[in-house]
């Protein structure tokens, strides 16, 4: 591979300021990290695992979310973690090593989400930015909460997780680093390279289409339709 | 003047992150205290947040983590 190949050092995502809580464990997961980065840098080689162990389900579902294919989604992860392990010389620490291999993950995962539908990416680079009009979002009535035992049911996840598969990509990324994997706003905005005015904006888009998808489907804890969603322009679904 | 719905539901997101000024939180719970709505959707999207960022409705697949250690244990 070129040096061209290979992912863009972490300088590219320097951190933004943030006040949002649980800062302080962050920065101590940071400070192990970059612990660990330096003994495999040193030669403990056998260590990378113990590095990447606590961000693989995020890079799981990250590349999930865009490839849409369990076994795909595997072989991207594991892709993209070896490409960070023969690039780690390049990470110096500017960003969260996390970031850094979920930015990696995303450009693996579209990079062969091209190869295997060239199609669909180009049509979903097209019909994505609709940023500019206004979402409204349907009236429904009443949603009570519903209760999280409700995912002991495969059904229920299943109609979560395929409502976010439907999303447009650039909703459903900021949708996944942001509500699943539970990122800030700075980290999110830094990953995807936007300004975190864009950021909320499409993030605002995503819970408001997600809640229009599911509301429907899930009420008062029970299932109220097991239609499938629509085809058209998610012919993956 | 109260807030319109269409002004409620460019901050809804703001609103669910805690990322509202205290005057436009009073404002906006203004709204929500009689549009029932505006307080429909505040409360599904609060659910499904809750609900996606469970670790049931996400999980990796059986064995992701073995197959992941024995591939870059290859590698090295």
Redesign the interface.
């Known amino acids: 591979m070129g040096a061209g190949d290979g992912p863009r050092s972490d300088a590219d995502f320097q951190s933004r300021s943030s006040s949002l809580p649980g800062i302080a464990r962050t920065d101590k997961a940071t400070t192990e990290d970059a612990e660990l980065i330096r003994r495999i840098r040193a030669g403990e080689?056998?260590l990378?695992?113990e590095l990447?162990?606590p961000h693989?389900?995020k890079i799981?579902?990250m590349a999930?979310s865009i490839v849409r294919n369990?076994a795909e989604a595997?072989d991207c992860?594991?892709d993209a973690?070896?490409k960070a392990?023969r690039h780690l010389d390049q990470f110096r620490g500017e960003s969260k090593f996390g970031s850094w291999l979920v930015r990696i993950t995303i450009n693996e995962a579209k990079m062969r989400l091209r190869k295997l539908r060239p199609q669909l990416f180009e049509s979903l680079d097209d019909t994505d930015n609709d940023e500019g009009d206004?979402?409204?979002?349907q009236?429904?009535?009443?949603?009570?909460?519903?209760p999280?035992e409700?995912?002991?049911r495969t059904e229920v996840?299943e109609i979560?997780?395929r409502a976010?598969e439907s999303l447009g990509e650039i909703y459903r990324e900021v949708f996944v680093l942001r509500?699943?994997e539970?990122q800030d706003?700075a980290t999110t905005a830094q990953i995807l390279g936007i300004s975190e005015v864009a950021m909320?904006t499409r993030?605002?888009r995503a819970?408001?289409q997600?809640?229009d998808i599911?509301?429907p489907l899930l009420k008062n804890g029970a299932i109220l339709s097991r239609q499938p969603f629509k085809r058209g322009r998610n012919p993956w679904l | 003047m109260a807030m319109t719905c269409?002004e409620v539901?460019?901050e809804?997101?703001?609103y669910?992150?805690d990322?509202v000024s205290p005057e436009l939180r009073e404002e906006l719970e203004l709204h929500l205290a009689y549009c029932?709505?505006c307080t429909?959707?505040v409360?599904?999207?609060h659910?499904?947040?809750?609900?996606?960022?469970?670790?049931?409705?996400?999980?990796?697949?059986a064995g992701?983590?073995d197959?992941?250690?024995a591939?870059?244990k290859k590698?090295?």
């Open positions: 080689r056998e990378y695992y990447v162990a693989e389900r799981y579902i999930f369990e595997e992860v594991q973690v070896l392990l206004e979402y409204v979002p009236t429904l009535g009443d949603w009570r909460e519903i999280s409700t995912l002991e996840r979560l997780v976010v509500d699943v539970g706003v909320k993030l605002l819970r408001l997600l809640r599911v509301a | 269409k539901w460019r809804i997101s703001n669910i992150d990322s029932s709505h429909a959707i409360d599904a999207v659910n499904i947040i809750v609900l996606v960022a469970d670790g049931r409705t996400f999980s990796l697949p992701f983590s197959r992941l250690k591939r870059i590698e090295l």
